[in-house]
């Protein structure tokens, strides 16, 4: 091994724009999808960014001496000392994906040999020059973390990481009233990157511009419901709880039906009115005052109309998800998306995805 910082061609090379000037504009959107997941990737402090801040056309490799790892949210921190091409000592800044993520994946934090040789392989940033977002990580004994959600190895036939983990439970028993887990990172992007936003004119001359969101404030409706961290359903007689671990937000659904709507103060989750159609839980909500429908940006007004079905599949395993949103001022035609989730015996957690916002 040797002490330094070569260059190869990615094979992950993804487009980052999108066609905002288009009347669709396919989840250009809906970064908020993968919004959610850019959080649980890296971060540079004090700014979060998302992956157009990394030369993702190339991976740079590192070696050189692992300094410390710092395992906490909103992403775990490396530092490795190596030597830059003219032999000067150089400190690597190296970030990784949400610890979530990462531990989904089979990897925890006490699996890297501080103070020991390894190899990096990631995507080097575009605005700090010794800064990293860490794709491989090759430890002394010859075994292979694969660190970037759904990513392949790259030296060993001797590794742990890439994809999630995961054992789908066998009880039906429970129906709703449970712990929900997105099967994979994978399922997830793909489901989002299904979804086509249909623009009026008004909405895309309001456009805003999503540099000016501050990922680190929680989404309202329908944008905080777009993310891979668990959900968890929990019967409280004439409402429901919806506790989602993404910044542990918190949906009451009524199920009483006796509200009068129009006098109910909107807020960003907005007012949540359920009914039972079989198994089905079909939750209709209105009085949504959060103004955009993702995090790029895209507006949406207050008369936003948003159903969502929630349908546990008959071996109890899956809970098929479908969103409707309805917005005239805003869409052409209703957005809708569906996804689902599974069982895997998680237990839910409240995710501080940004520790030191507050």
Known sequence: MFDGVSTVQSEFNEPVESSRGMIVDRIALFKSAVGLIILLLPVFSPAHHSRVDFDTSSVIEVEGELLNVTWRNPHPTFRVRASNPRGEEQLWEIEASGIYVLERSGISGNEFPIGEHVRVAGWQSRINPSGLYITNMLLP?????????????????????????????????????????????????????????????????????????????????????????????????????????????????????????????????????????????????????????????????????????FTPSDDGIRL?????????????????????????????????????AN
């Not at 129009?262 to 007012?271: E, I």
């Not at 309805?326 to 520790?355: K, N, R």
């Open 141 to 309: 004994n010859g075994a292979e973390l694969v660190l970037r959600p759904g990513g392949d190895r790259r030296w060993s036939d001797v590794y742990s990481g890439g994809d999630w983990i995961y054992h789908a439970a066998n009880d039906d028993s429970r129906g709703l009233f449970r712990v929900w887990s997105t099967e994979s990172y994978d399922v997830f992007i793909q489901a989002s990157l299904g979804i086509e936003v249909q623009l009026t004119e008004e909405a895309r001359a309001t456009m805003a511009d999503s540099a000016a969101l501050d990922p680190c404030v929680p989404q309202g409706m329908p944008a905080i419901m777009v993310n891979p961290l668990p959900i968890e359903f929990v019967d409280r007689g004439d409402h429901i709880d919806l506790q989602l671990a993404t910044f542990g937000v918190f949906r009451s659904i009524d199920m009483t039906d006796n509200a009068n709507v129009d006098s109910v103060p909107a807020t960003k989750q907005g007012y949540s009115s359920g009914r039972w159609v079989g198994d089905t839980l079909e939750v209709n909500t209105t009085r949504v005052s959060w103004p955009y429908f993702d995090d790029a940006g895209t507006p949406q007004t207050e008369t936003v109309h948003i159903l969502e079905t």
């Open 320 to 356: 098929d998800y479908t969103m409707i949103v309805s917005d005239a001022a805003s869409f052409i035609e209703p957005v809708t998306l569906s996804w689902y989730w599974i069982d895997i015996g998680e237990q839910m957690f409240l995710d501080d995805t940004c520790p030191d």
